[in-house]
């Protein structure tokens, strides 16, 4: 018999996050986790002189007023070296993407400087607020998924960094590849609430993959209720979509031309 993996799992400076729904993503990953074989192990880091080392950290969002304080905390912190080595994977959400980014706007306009984890920058645009459904992705083996995006920013790759998910109905990134969030390297880099890993475990899967150094797919783990409840809702925004995703299917320079 194998021995049991354990995985340590930290969720950065939730006082400074806003609720929406990202702090159910370390429960998600803790029972993905032991569905799968693993000790998984969450901690919670509230301060800077608090940080530990752990396998995943999770970053959440903010409001735009609170990303300076959420970069200076992380700044405080080991996480830049960890996730520059690839020794830990991170998952930014929303704000929390803005705070790793290269830059962000800030609620006056003015441009500041991101920790610069994740090739991108980001730029002020239209509110955009809806369901979101991703095409499934066989390189990362995802099927499928759902989230909920609510701002008024566009996301900008750079470096050939891809985006982390391919948008069948949605905003995104706001681009004319139909892309979302940004994967590069260690970092995973989102818009997407829900809570998305609670909705979508295969993306748990990934996160705890990138984790472990584990290749090869997991096997498949079928949760028939949340996928009943996931496929419901994904049908729900195919029906909407022939009425109000002709938007969605203009291209980004075009579209931000647009009222609304």
């Given at each position: 018999?194998?021995?049991t ?12 996050t ?28 509230d ?47 929303d ?19 991101g ?12 509110e ?28 900008e ?18 681009d ?10 260690s970092?995973?880099?989102t ?11 295969e993306?748990?899967?990934?996160l705890?993959?990138?984790?472990l ?5 997991w ?17 729900e ?24």
């Open positions: 018999m194998s021995p993996r354990s995985v340590t799992v930290a969720t950065l400076f939730p006082l400074a806003v609720a929406a729904a990202d702090e159910a993503n370390a429960g998600a990953l803790a029972r993905r986790g032991a569905a799968r074989g693993l000790t998984v192990e969450t901690v919670t880091v301060r800077p002189e608090a940080f530990v080392d752990a396998d995943i950290y999770l970053l959440g969002g903010t409001g735009r007023g609170g990303v300076r304080a959420l970069v200076d905390a992380v700044a405080d912190t080991d996480l830049a070296v960890r996730v520059r080595d690839g020794r830990s994977v991170l998952l930014a959400v704000a929390g993407l803005d705070a790793v980014s290269r830059s962000w706007v800030d609620a006056s306009g003015t441009r500041q400087d920790l610069g984890l994740a090739p991108v920058t980001v730029h002020p645009d239209h955009a607020t809806g369901t979101v459904v991703t095409r499934p992705d066989a390189d990362l083996h995802l099927p499928a998924l759902v989230g909920w995006e609510a701002g008024d920013l566009r996301t790759r750079h470096d050939g960094a891809r985006a982390l998910f391919t948008l069948e109905a949605g905003r995104g990134n706001r004319d590849e139909r892309g979302e969030g940004v994967l590069a390297g970092v995973f880099g818009r997407l609430h829900g809570p998305l890993l609670a909705l979508n475990p993306l748990a899967d990934l705890l993959a990138r984790a150094g584990r290749e090869e797919p096997p498949v783990l079928a949760s028939p209720a949340l996928e009943r409840a996931r496929s419901e809702r994904i049908a925004v195919r029906r909407e979509t022939p009425a109000a995703g002709w938007r969605d299917r203009l291209p980004s320079r075009v579209a931000r031309l647009l009222p609304g």
